[in-house]
């Protein structure tokens, strides 16, 4: 396994609803949402098997969410990967929401557009 040459930079890209994260510029990984109110609801992470085993996943939703707090919006963590980061990251504990029957319908017609 080799290290990047560079630290993995993540960037938002609103027009495709995601987070990506880059290692020397090439694609590594998502983590897709979709904005409901004040809510960011994250539904999907994954890591390119390329780049598995680097802990990627982690610097990704980490900086996601910190993003998300920035922006003053809360966290409904759909995808299994985030609500396993929040469990062990009680710092986002205040800007989490309950995944709820509601949101579950209101993103099932969402990502049906």
Not at 19 to 46: K, M, N, S, W
Not at 69 to 95: M, N, Q, T
């Amino acid at each position: 396994m080799t290290q990047p040459a560079t630290a993995p930079a993540v960037r938002r890209v609103d027009t495709k609803h995601r987070y990506v994260i880059l290692v020397d510029d090439e694609p590594a990984g998502l983590t897709a949402y979709r904005d409901r109110e004040d809510q960011r609801v994250f539904y999907h992470t994954e890591i390119d098997v390329a780049f598995a085993g680097q802990g990627l996943a982690s610097v990704l939703v980490q900086q996601a969410l910190t993003d998300v707090r920035a922006s003053g919006k809360r966290i409904v963590p759909v995808c299994p990967y985030v609500a396993k980061f929040l469990k062990k990251h009680d710092e986002f504990a205040d800007i989490v929401d309950p995944v709820t029957p509601e949101v579950l319908q209101w993103l099932e017609t969402e990502l049906q557009h």
